[in-house]
């Protein structure tokens, strides 16, 4: 199957045609589902193997033919990208020489477990992402047109990436100073605005500002005195504790938001189990994988790797994603795979259990 590239294949009728910015895979066939994701494959595969030359020798070393690719199966031929191999390679090399100029955004991973890596995301891809964000977010959201507190660093990825997000949700969005906590502290500036909807981890992370934790120690009112009814956040600590603290406050939707600094946020938690998190596919393909790089069953549990897909062009319709090329890089999480449908009514695969590996 994978021999090298031999061909250039023509896209057959309407493979092209997903506007990706009003696509939603929870409620297509599944067939319908994996024909666009490997329609979107290919071509990605294809411009990085074009584009990027680390990419060109990686993929002919393996003779990776992405033409031969005929369902998501197939990818366990491809060799899976380790954060160490990531590291090794400087940042700029996994950027096509021909959009270096045409990067709009570009952030630094928090470095938790490693020595930080950089992405960077044409306008394109930050359209994308910014779509897949605000599809997830728009299923909790409790109120129309929202007024948001946003307390992410706007350094990291999530910070921006919330703001755009909830304004394409209509959200007016203020996001939180960028003086230290001792100079100008979070509460201090929190008791400024009228809010109904706080972004923010449940507990102090490193690059994300301070948490939930902290601030209801140092206020316990704060959820009551803007009337907060949406909650948001990302830090994948959203314990049973917290969560019930913050519905005894007034809070009637939680979303927690789940991915990795490279891609940034690609899983929402279900609203019926909340300790779940429904894949965005799309923007990327998240897989999870077993010790041989294959997919795992429903129930079964293995690595999370994930993969760049797709950009929206300005016409929005899906394009390819032109900025930092990762193929398959293990997050260094893992997590149990569900596949199939959920109560909630999505049919997008979940994933639970997820805990660090590496």
Known sequence: MFRGPQHKRSLRPNEGSVTLGEQCFDGISPAAHEA????????????????VPYWSQRLSSARVDEEKIENVADLARLPILTKAELRAVPPMELVPQEVRA?????????????????SFWTQSDWVSLISSTARMLSRHAPIDAPTVFNAYSQAHVTGPLYHAALQKLGATVIDRSHHPEEMFSTVQQMRLFDFDTLVMPARTVR???????????????????????????????FGPEIVN?????????????????????????????????????GYVLVEVVDEAGGSVRHGQFGRIVVTHLSGIDERGAACVHRGTQLLRLANGDGATLLSQPCKCGLTSPRLTGIRRLE
């Not at 045409?102 to 950089?118: H, K, Q």
């Open 207 to 237: 690059g994300k500002s301070v948490g939930i934790d902290t601030l209801l120690d140092q206020e316990s009112g704060l959820f009551n005195r803007n009337a907060v009814r949406w909650w948001i956040g990302s830090s994948g600590t």
């Open 245 to 281: 603290q913050a519905r005894a406050h007034g809070i009637i939707a939680i979303s927690n938001l789940y991915g990795s600094s490279e891609f940034a946020v690609f899983a929402i938690s279900c609203a019926v189990h909340p300790s779940d998190f429904h894949v965005s596919e």
């Open 102 to 118: 045409d990067v709009a955004v570009g952030r630094w991973t928090s470095g938790t477990t490693g020595r930080p890596t950089a």
């Open 36 to 51: 666009w994701l490997v329609n979107a494959l290919r071509k990605q595969i294809g411009y990085m193997r074009a584009a």
